[in-house]
Every structure is written in C-alpha cells, then in structure tokens.
C-alpha cells in the first residue's frame, strides 16, 4: 500500500511539473519567436502633446492627470501574452475602421469607439481600456505615436514589458516588438504621467488618423 500511494504521489508530482514546463516552454516559444529579446524603446525628454490627445484630455480630465510612481514594465507571462494577442484580435475585429472626417467632420478627434467605428487612436484607446480593465498598469501602455514607411501619421499601443516592448495596431491582428513594424517612432505618453508626452526618435509630428 505505501509503494501504491508514493507511486500516486511521484505521478502527481510529474504530471505537476510537465504541466509547468509546458507553459514555459509556451511563453518562451511565443514571446521569443516574435524578438522579445529587442528590448525597450529609448524616451528623451518632454515634447508636445498630439492636439487630438490635447481635446481629449479636455473632455476627460481625470483620464489625462493620472500620476504613476511606480513604473516598472508589466512581467511577461503566458497569461499576458495570451491576453494581449486576445484584446488585439478582439477590438480589431468588432470596431470598422473610419477616418475622422467620416466620422465627425474633422480631422483628430480621439474618441472611445462606442458606435462601432473608429481610426487608429480610437482603437487604441479601446484596447488601453480593455487592459487597464484586465489588470494592467496605465503606465505600461503608452499611446505611442509613430510614421508608417508611407509617411503617414499613425498611433499605436506600446505595452511595456520585462521582456520589451510589444506593439497593438489596428492594422494587423499580430502582437510585434516594436522594432520589427517598419515605423518610425516618434512620441508616446510617459509613464509617470498621462497628460504629458516624451520623445523617442526626433521628426515632425504628422496627423494620427490612419486607417486602412
């Protein structure tokens, strides 16, 4: 009998670590297969704030006035990864891409996506919200503002991690470190305050409002 209940508790035991090593070996076959070894996007100083993001902290003050002092990057795991590539996949396929002036007439107008449609800084601000809603700290998704090859303005979501930093775009379902979009990155939102933004490459501030 005490053979039987240690082979029990020795089969318990290996079904525990396989089961452990199985998510390991998850997190480490995703995150690395998409180069999360490319580190951490490098922030200068203070620069100005995108005017659509200047009216819509207008329009939501507390959103725009939301100190953090701790701001360490979330820990990758195979739960964040998961939910990230969930959240993505999620707002890309329930919110219809619409331009500003389709929308509202004007050009930069940043806006949650309540009727269902949006440009680039809408979906973004819907996934910022999903995350935060998720658990996540405000300071580790910046809206970023980058220039596609195009040269077209675009705004994307950075989530910083211990692992790097990955990007959420509208334009595509995948999650990707941020050096491997083709962007050239401009300004994003600092991490101890939601109201202010910081340089990351020098260049022009375009308008934001792509879709594809």
């Given amino acids: ?26 997190l480490i076959g995703a995150v690395t297969a998409t180069g999360a070894n490319a580190g951490a996007m490098l922030t200068g100083g203070l620069t100005s704030q995108p005017i659509g993001h200047y009216d819509f902290c207008k329009a939501n003050p507390v959103e725009c006035a939301i100190r953090t002092r701790d701001t360490r990057p979330e820990p990758m795991s195979g739960a964040l990864w998961s939910l990230l590539r969930r959240v993505n ?28 449609v949006g440009d680039c800084e809408d979906y973004v601000l819907e996934k910022r919200r999903r995350l935060v809603d998720s658990g996540l700290s405000i300071a ?6 980058v220039r596609k090859p195009d040269g077209e303005g675009h705004a994307v979501l950075t989530v910083r991690t211990d692992r790097g930093d990955f990007v959420l775009d509208n334009l595509t379902n995948a999650v990707r470190p941020w050096n491997q979009t083709g962007y050239r990155y401009l300004k994003r939102q600092s991490a101890e305050h939601t109201g202010r933004w910081v340089t990351i490459r020098e260049g022009a501030a375009p308008l934001v409002g792509s879709v594809q």
């Fill in 1 to 26: 009998m005490q053979s039987f209940a240690w082979a029990r508790r020795a089969a318990r035991r290996a079904a525990a670590f396989a089961a452990c090593m199985a998510g390991v070996a998850f």
């Fill in 89 to 116: 996949l999620a707002v890309n396929e329930e919110i219809r891409p619409m331009n500003d002036l389709d929308i509202y007439g004007r050009d930069e107008v940043w806006a949650y996506p309540d009727t269902g």
């Fill in 140 to 145: 580790s998704l910046p809206i970023t503002v």
